[in-house]
């Protein structure tokens, strides 16, 4: 079955950056477009980063351009999500998700917070 697994958050100050990870498992993860999204306390959730099968096409949230850095390593099978200049207003719930076989898979998520 599908797996996505996220690691990588926690807290950080205002300005600092953090690399969130995602572990995938049970469909061939080279095949699939990837997407880190995120869900902040009382808002919907919101696409953050985009990247393509072979990672050579990435698309990123007008928020976070220029900030964020997504990338994977398919014979890892891992995603990540660099996050550069962080912001209070990036505090959220960050997940990966895959659309497979007409349907959306999530991990967990993983908290992020940016305060001093």
């Known amino acids: 079955q599908v797996q996505l697994v996220e690691s990588g958050g926690g807290l950080v100050q205002p300005g600092g950056s953090l690399r969130l990870s995602c572990a995938a498992s049970?469909?061939?993860?080279?095949?699939?477009?990837m997407r880190w999204y995120r869900q902040a306390p009382g808002k919907e959730r919101e696409l953050v980063a985009v990247i393509t099968s072979a990672g050579d096409s990435t698309d990123f949230a007008d928020s976070v351009k220029g900030r964020f850095t997504i990338s994977r390593d398919n014979a890892k099978n891992t995603m990540y999500l660099q996050m550069t200049s962080l912001k209070p207003e990036d505090t959220a719930v960050y997940y990966c998700?895959?659309?497979?076989?007409?349907?959306?898979?999530w991990g967990q998520g993983t908290q992020v917070t940016v305060s001093s």
């Open positions: 998700n895959v659309y497979r076989i007409w349907r959306d898979y």
């Open positions: 049970g469909f061939t993860f080279s095949a699939y477009t």
